[in-house]
């Protein structure tokens, strides 16, 4: 098994409840074809609920699963609009990083014909596998995925201080595949952008 650390990204933001939450925007990359999906997209960040203390004291916490429950068709569809045709015709796979970016990656894949590739926590998949350190804004964890090939759109739910995707992305490439895409559901504002080797994340909702 190849392993890899992180530096830690913990100390580029937290989430404080002392703070008051910004309204949230959807700025999607694609903006006239997604409105053209969803003609209230603002509706969807409705449906996004703000739970304080949770997972731990101080944090506040972006809910999707009731966006998920009411508006799924319609998120996909957002989410898949912030590619172009021409886009998702280099991708080969669609990669979700567990847990939520699972339901959001898989849905994306079989709407669009294209494999799935599950990026994983530890101890999830069987070997062969390679895995990469990294710090959340509220601990730490490990991902890991098994080798393969291809092209590789990386999705996520939500993202925060960018630790997630600064280890799920270069561990796609040391499992062997290349990432010619990176789509985010909500970007809660707490980097002025975010990009891997010059490939910015696409996003649907901005909070800021």
């Given at each position: 098994?190849?392993?890899?650390?992180?530096?830690?990204?913990?100390?580029?933001?937290?989430?404080?409840?002392?703070?008051?939450?910004?309204?949230?925007?959807?700025?999607?990359?694609?903006?006239?074809?997604?409105?053209?999906?969803?003609?209230?997209?603002?509706?969807?960040?409705?449906?996004?609920?703000?739970?304080?203390?949770?997972?731990?004291p101080g944090i506040l916490f972006r809910d999707i699963s009731p966006l998920l429950?009411?508006?799924?068709?319609?998120?996909?569809?957002?989410?898949?609009?912030?590619?172009?045709?021409?886009?998702?015709?280099?991708?080969?796979?669609?990669?979700?990083?567990?847990?939520?970016?699972?339901?959001?990656?898989?849905?994306?894949?079989?709407?669009?014909?294209?494999?799935?590739?599950?990026?994983?926590?530890?101890?999830?998949?069987?070997?062969?596998?390679?895995?990469?350190?990294?710090?959340?804004?509220?601990?730490?964890?490990?991902?890991?995925?098994?080798?393969?090939?291809?092209?590789?759109?990386?999705?996520?739910?939500?993202?925060?201080?960018?630790?997630?995707?600064?280890?799920?992305?270069?561990?796609?490439?040391?499992?062997?595949?290349?990432?010619?895409?990176?789509?985010?559901?909500?970007?809660?504002?707490?980097?002025?952008?975010?990009?891997?080797?010059?490939?910015p994340a696409r996003t649907v909702i901005h909070y800021g």
């Amino acid at each position: 098994m190849k392993h890899v650390e992180l530096a830690n990204s913990r100390a580029l933001a937290t989430v404080r409840l002392d703070a008051a939450a910004p309204a949230a925007q959807v700025v999607p990359s694609t903006l006239s074809r997604v409105v053209a999906i969803f003609p209230a997209m603002n509706e969807l960040a409705r449906y996004v609920v703000d739970i304080p203390d949770f997972p731990s004291p101080g944090i506040l916490f972006r809910d999707i699963s009731p966006l998920l429950r009411s508006h799924f068709a319609d998120t996909v569809r957002a989410l898949d609009g912030l590619f172009t045709g021409e886009e998702w015709a280099g991708f080969d796979a669609v990669a979700g990083i567990e847990s939520r970016g699972f339901v959001l990656a898989s849905a994306l894949a079989i709407q669009r014909g294209k494999g799935f590739v599950p990026v994983r926590k530890k101890g999830k998949l069987p070997p062969p596998v390679v895995d990469m350190a990294y710090d959340l804004e509220y601990g730490a964890g490990v991902l890991e995925m098994q080798p393969g090939t291809g092209r590789l759109l990386l999705i996520d739910d939500v993202l925060a201080t960018g630790g997630t995707l600064l280890a799920a992305a270069p561990l796609c490439e040391l499992a062997g595949y290349s990432v010619t895409g990176i789509g985010v559901l909500i970007d809660i504002g707490l980097m002025k952008s975010f990009s891997w080797r010059e490939l910015p994340a696409r996003t649907v909702i901005h909070y800021g």
